[in-house]
């Protein structure tokens, strides 16, 4: 038996719901059975998402320390520069360093005749012994650190240049490495630094003595320790978190991107400029770059196609050149590229937010189902068995732009078969042109000043859960009114991904949003027959991450938890509680579903599931309250026996945070516990995952 058991409680739960009062003054009965089951959780549950976002990559996965280093934007002294528009949702466009001019105003100009790359390149005039050139400041450098790097350079003989890291104001706070006289031909010419001392606002500085001119192309500064442009610390804690998945490379970044314009030397690739986040993005990171990031965490990538302004021949060329035989057209020029081995990619998504108002290549639902069967027909044409997923919207997320609500079930009715149900009309028209259907959902931390700090609590800790339970309630509607959904793919059937979503709280990553995560994974969790992909927004916010340092944040603990505990093959069984959900008592805001997710243990949050092996039963609890609460437990099916285990995220302030530089905060404790017998209990603020062994002569 199923899914539908893990969405009401039975008759039990009938007969109890009408007594409850305050939800507190009531003993909580859990009844935990295991002959009922549903899916197991695939690897793909816990993924993430990445895109470049301004400099959200280049700030935290990239290594690259330099902004615009192929000079997109002209050289020129402060205040000088231009104006750069807002990005399309009418937001300040991202801050980027600049280079700036040594030796006068006029000592660099732009030359657009003869550039390296782009449509322009620097030009150093030079004035005798006075140094002249360009420097770009605002990095930060770690005592003792290596650092590498390499220039495009050319000019005249007569000209002696120097590149130079400084990270002070003293006469040996830097180091200078002279390059080689230039040639009148581009050369690429490498240097490297060991910093001393320790900034955060150190400079990179070009510059030049002599006579003539010099031309500059491109420059570049890493740490040494990078993994072929990818920072070593923050892909080494990603990793940590066994995501099985990631989705890339976007996002609203995607819908005016061209992959092929990536490929190659990367110096030579043409920076191009983002409308959709209104930034410059250097075009570093192409799909070989990306498809290294997941081979160096380890994760099955999951690749979205341009569906805005990109076409469906351009798709297609993207599967031949990364799953096509050395031997066809695209994949002989990813072998030329280094890579002859096919990547071997099965997860293709088809446009990203194709029906939002914010999205590049927007369009209307009949239009978009005609684009989506060509890409489709297209990309299967190059590799038959890739799995293909839809770019869908539920009723609760569409509506026109200035409008506010709280969707509830009653209010969206009338939106199901027209132009606010995308998901319905993919359903609808073009079955048979997907094997999975995207979901997208963001929730915003809310104020409750009025409320108790009980009350708020634990509705804050509940509002972003309600956006997956409000999924899995138009998911029974969609199975109702489409019952191929089933059957569909050879039997196969539909699933959803859930591929981006994030709780954006006021505060960032602290205790009191972990809390909330951890109910938003144990909802997912509840609804795996048809969930089975999730992409948390972005892989980067699970840790706090400086220019030169990162630590893993408590969201990022929370998967953690998850990830290693209800990870892969874990079974999730059926457990039902004598305290349902209350409604809200603080409806605040608006884009916060009127659904009431989590078990029927209010105030606690609970789940329950047997390990991949059979031999462990797991047990999931979020207390957001300030009191110890206790539950008894019933328990169907198999028994258990002998000591458990427990692993906790729990901290004496909701506030609590992991910072870098500082003492963790919050931590995964882990502890041994008696054997499970009729109560279990668990401390305020926090998420508890027990794990007992089964009794295999019991089972048997």
Partial sequence: MRHTHFLKAGCWLALTAASVGVAHAQAIRVQIDTNRTSAAVTRHEYGMFIEPIGGLVNRTLWAEMLDDRKFHYPVRVEGQDEKVPDTVEGRPAPVFRKWRPIGGEDAVAMD?????VGKHSPVVTLSGTTPRGMMQGGMSVVAGKSYVGRIQMSGDPTASVQVALIWGEGPRDRQVVTLPTPSTGWAELPFGFTADKASSDARLEV?????????????????????????????AIAKSLNSGMWRLPGGNFLSNWDWHQALGPRDKRVPMFDYAWSAMQTNDIGMDEWMELTRILNVEPYVTVNAGLGDANSAAEEVEYLNGAATSEWGAKRAANGHPAPYGVTWWNIGNEPYGWWQIGKTSLAYYLMKHKEFAAAMRAKEPGITLIASGAMPDQLHPRDVKENPSLQSIQHKFGTEEDWTGGFFADAMGTFDGITEHWYDRGEERPEAPADEELIEFARSPSNHVRMKAEEWKIYQQKFPAIATANDGKGIFMSMDE???MAKDGATLKSALAYSMVIQEMLRHTDFLRMAAFTSGASTMDITPTDAVLNTTGLVFKLYGEHFGTGTVPVALDGNVPQPDPKHVVGSAHPQVKAGSATYPLDMVAALSADGKSLRIGVVNATFKTQSMGIDLTGRRTRGQGKVWRITAKSLSAANKVGAKPGVTIAQ?????LGRTLTVPPLSTSVFEYPIDSAAAR
């Fill in 671 to 675: 502890a041994k516990v008696p054997a």
């Fill in 207 to 235: 510059t030049g003595t002599g006579s003539g001119r010099f031309r500059v192309g491109a420059v570049s500064l890493m740490p040494a320790d990078n993994i072929n442009g990818w920072r070593a610390d923050t892909t």
């Fill in 112 to 116: 657009a005749a003869m550039p390296f």
């Fill in 501 to 503: 979503y994030a709780y």
